[in-house]
């Protein structure tokens, strides 16, 4: 039997999944302007962002190899947002661990960094994803008292775009 959620055992799968729930989750910060309580902490974000601005600049190594400190310093920062959790797998799980959970743990961060900047551009290009969490309910005619009467349901469900 699979389930929903079989595939997150699976790098690449996961990385998309991440992606797209960061760039749908856009207009919902927008529209509360905060981050959500829990696992999306400002230091998390920064460090997310910081782990994409890594990758993003490290074209400038070849203007001259002396740029390559610029991307090295993000990534450093990138692991700094969540030291606490990197101290705890280093303590339960060894140096090795480590190094394969730091690789996947920046992944995951320039996988949610993506999303956020495909989400934020399309935030700001289309009034159809900015709407996206907003209620959609119909109203009938009218009820006497100068209003309508509202039924239904959402038009569409959150998450989607149709």
Do not use: C
């Amino acid at each position: 039997m699979l389930g929903r959620h079989d595939d997150d055992d699976k790098l690449l799968p996961l990385l998309r999944k991440l992606y797209r729930r960061a760039r749908l989750r856009i207009p919902l910060f927008v529209q509360r302007r905060r981050f959500a309580k829990g696992f999306e902490t400002a230091s998390r974000s920064l460090a997310a962002l910081a782990a994409f601005g890594a990758v993003a600049t490290l074209p400038l190594a070849l203007l001259h190899p002396a740029w390559l400190a610029v991307p090295a310093v993000l990534a450093g920062a990138s692991f700094t947002g969540d030291l606490a959790m990197y101290r705890y797998v280093l303590k339960r799980r060894g140096w090795r661990f480590l190094t394969v959970f730091s690789a996947v743990a920046f992944a995951t961060n320039v996988a949610i960094s993506a999303g956020i900047a495909a989400g934020v551009v399309q935030w700001l290009l289309s009034p159809r994803f900015r709407r996206l969490y907003e209620p959609h309910w119909e109203e009938t005619g009218p009820t006497g008292d100068g209003g309508g009467q509202i039924v239904g349901a959402p038009r569409h469900r959150p998450g989607t775009t149709a």
